[in-house]
């Protein structure tokens, strides 16, 4: 079998690919939108500055580990009783 004019044949299919292709470009185009509150922007740069700080307090910890060295950390039982009695 021989067909000739296929494009004539082809030509409603065409063009409801077309539309179709259209309609999906369309809907992408403005349904992506969001906005973030005040408050979450502020919490946001408070996490951020948060993060930066260091979790270990480097000076204490080396102000002790001198002490420890030259044998003259004193630990005062008396504000470990306070704050266990406090707690």
């Known amino acids: 079998m ?3 004019n ?3 044949i082809l030509a409603p299919y065409q063009a409801t690919a ?8 369309r809907i992408g185009e403005s349904a992506d939108i969001s906005t973030v509150s005040d408050m979450a922007k502020d919490y946001s740069k408070i996490k951020a500055a948060i993060s930066k700080t ?11 580990k001198e002490d420890l060295s030259a ?13 266990i009695f406090k707690a």
């Not at 979790?55 to 102000?63: Q, T, Y």
């Open 54 to 64: 260091p979790d270990v307090r480097e000076d204490k910890i080396k102000k002790i």
């Open 18 to 25: 077309k539309q179709t292709a259209s309609k999906v470009s």
């Open 2 to 4: 021989i067909v000739n």
């Open 6 to 8: 296929i494009s004539k």
């Open 71 to 83: 044998g003259t950390y004193f630990v005062d039982s008396g504000k470990i009783a306070d704050k």
